[in-house]
C-alpha cells in the first residue's frame, strides 16, 4: 500500500513560483506512476502531471506545459511539482496520485488501482 503526503502549497502573486512535494511511502514504488491532479470549487478534477518511478516518461496536462515542470528523488521517495510563472487560473487544491498503471493512463484517467494524497491548496492572486 502506497501513502502519499503532498506540501508546499500556499498564497502567491501571479508570476511567482512554488515547488510542491509529494512524500510517498510504501512497497514496490518502482511499479506505480506517480501523478499531480488539482482541483478547484465547482470544477472538475485536471491532470497536471506525471512521471513513472524510472524517470523515462512525463506526461503535463496542456494548461501546465512550459511552465510546470515535475521530478522524482528515488533516494527520498518524493516527486516534486516545480510550477512557474503561476497565474490566477493555477489556483486549485493539488493532489498527488498514485497508481500501478501507465504514466499514459494516469494522465488520461484510466486508473488501476490509484491512491490519492491529502492535497496542499494552492492559491495565486492576481
Known amino acids: 500500500q502506497v501513502r502519499l503526503v503532498e506540501s508546499g502549497g500556499g498564497l502567491v502573486q501571479a508570476g511567482d513560483s512554488l515547488r510542491l512535494s509529494c512524500a510517498a511511502s510504501?512497497?514496490?514504488?518502482?511499479?506505480?506512476?506517480i501523478g499531480w491532479f488539482r482541483q478547484a470549487p465547482g470544477k472538475e478534477r485536471e491532470f497536471v502531471a506525471a512521471?513513472?518511478?524510472?524517470?523515462?516518461?512525463?506526461s503535463y496536462g496542456n494548461n501546465v506545459k512550459g511552465r510546470f515542470t515535475i521530478a522524482r528523488d528515488k533516494t527520498n521517495n518524493t516527486v516534486w511539482l516545480q510550477m512557474n510563472d503561476l497565474k490566477p487560473a493555477d489556483t486549485a487544491s493539488y493532489l498527488c496520485?498514485?497508481?500501478?498503471?501507465?504514466?499514459?493512463?494516469?494522465?488520461?484517467?484510466?486508473?488501476?488501482?490509484?491512491?490519492w494524497g491529502q492535497g496542499t491548496q494552492v492559491t495565486v492572486s492576481s
Open positions: 496520485a498514485a497508481d500501478r498503471g501507465s504514466v499514459p493512463g494516469l494522465a488520461y484517467g484510466n486508473f488501476e488501482s490509484v491512491r
Open positions: 510504501g512497497r514496490i514504488l518502482s511499479a506505480y506512476a
Open positions: 512521471i513513472d518511478w524510472s524517470g523515462g516518461s512525463i
